[in-house]
């Protein structure tokens, strides 16, 4: 299953689902407004876009995700590369790489990714 498209606020909600669910609504609607600066009814409209888009499910008031945060940071990976990288790997290291200061130790560690197939 392809994980659907999530906004950054979205996103920035679901960092917070995350790490609390399952969760009440109106708890999370109090982290949110801590958290984020939201209204009950900004959260609840995203917890309501949300699922109908199958990324949470709100049942008894009670909220749990339905995809994981690696699911959704794999897809946006995946949106990323084929934007602006053409579905190239070493196009996309290589931007990369020249864009950070990467130490001996981050250099060893991506050859040890390489070289065990990126399992």
Request: aromatic residues 8%; glycine residues 4%.
């Amino acid at each position: 299953m392809q994980s659907p498209k999530i906004f950054e606020s979205e996103y920035r909600f679901c960092l917070i689902l995350w790490q609390h669910e399952p969760i009440r609504s109106r708890d999370l609607a109090d982290l949110c407004r801590d958290q984020l600066g939201w209204s009950k009814t900004t959260t609840y409209t995203v917890i309501k876009r949300l699922t109908e888009r199958g990324v949470v499910e709100s049942q008894n008031a009670v909220v749990t995700s339905l995809v994981s945060k690696d699911q959704v940071q794999a897809a946006e990976l995946d949106e990323l590369m084929e934007k602006r990288f053409e579905n190239s790997l070493p196009a996309f290291i290589a931007a990369f790489a020249r864009r950070q200061n990467l130490s001996q130790e981050d250099v060893e560690a991506l050859r040890r990714i390489i070289d065990r197939g990126g399992k």
